[in-house]
T-cell receptor
Framework: EDKVVQSPLSLVVHEGDTVTLNCSYE??????LLWYKQEKKAPTFLFML????IEKKSGRLSSILDKKELFSILNITATQTGDSAIYLC?????????????FGQGTILTVHP | DTGVSQNPRHKITKRGQNVTFRCDPI?????LYWYRQTLGQGPEFLTY????????KSRLLSDRFSAERPKGSFSTLEIQRTEQGDSAMYLC?????????????FGAGTRLSVL
């Protein structure tokens, strides 16, 4: 059975801190790993990673994938209160019927002023 | 708004009743997915369509659940004889179905409460 595990499950920091969120996986037919941010609405797409060692960056957020050790990290620097959300890691699997996402439990990030 | 649209946003029903949810994907997207999310958990895959064809169903999708996408555009998810354990957020997502970069974009979900 495909499995995605995120850690920590929750994290409380102050504005300006840097955080690292972890995602490990055990799946068959890996295709890609995706990060989403979920506030009180739709999960919004952050990154898709398919190759090891290539860092994706968007402003204060960055992510990297290690396909040998089967994990990914999401870094957020200089956190702001608007970063408070649930961060979801998902792995896309599938051969010919690709597209199914298996999600981790999510990391609840709370950023205090 | 050209994103994924789901209706209704909230549904309260009594145990044993049937409910139906609707999802309108992003217009050029040929793939449509349904997920279920309970409190404190990540979304769980239920089923997905490529155009009007239902390509995969999770074993989570009991025979009380049925999904359709009759013309390859919007989709409906019906739950018959609802049970309290069906209470959850039902999320819909759509994608272009690009083999190289199949990014799924999510709707805001329908929150179901079964009393």
């Amino acid at each position: 059975e495909d499995k995605v595990v995120q850690s920590p499950l929750s994290l409380v920091v102050h504005e300006g801190d840097t955080v690292t969120l972890n995602c490990s996986y055990e799946v068959t037919n890996f295709r890609s790993l995706l990060w989403y941010k979920q506030e009180k609405k739709a999960p919004t797409f952050l990154f898709m990673l398919t190759s090891s060692g290539i860092e994706k960056k968007s402003g204060r957020l960055s992510s990297i994938l290690d396909k040998k050790e089967l994990f990914s990290i999401l870094n957020i620097t200089a956190t702001q209160t608007g970063d408070s959300a649930i961060y979801l890691c998902a792995v896309e699997t599938g051969g010919t019927s690709y597209g199914k996402l298996t999600f981790g439990q999510g990391t609840i990030l709370t950023v205090h002023p | 708004d050209t994103g994924v649209s789901q209706n209704p946003r909230h549904k309260i029903t009594k145990r044993g009743q049937n409910v139906t949810f609707r999802c309108d994907p992003i217009s050029e997207h040929n793939r449509l997915y349904w997920y279920r999310q309970t409190l404190g958990q990540g979304p769980e895959f239920l089923t997905y369509f490529q155009n009007e064809a239902q390509l995969e169903k999770s074993r989570l999708l009991s025979d009380r659940f049925s999904a359709e996408r009759p013309k390859g555009s919007f989709s409906t998810l019906e739950i018959q004889r609802t049970e309290q354990g069906d209470s959850a957020m039902y999320l819909c997502a759509s994608s272009l179905g690009d083999r190289a970069k199949n990014i799924q974009y999510f709707g805001a979900g329908t929150r179901l409460s079964v009393l």
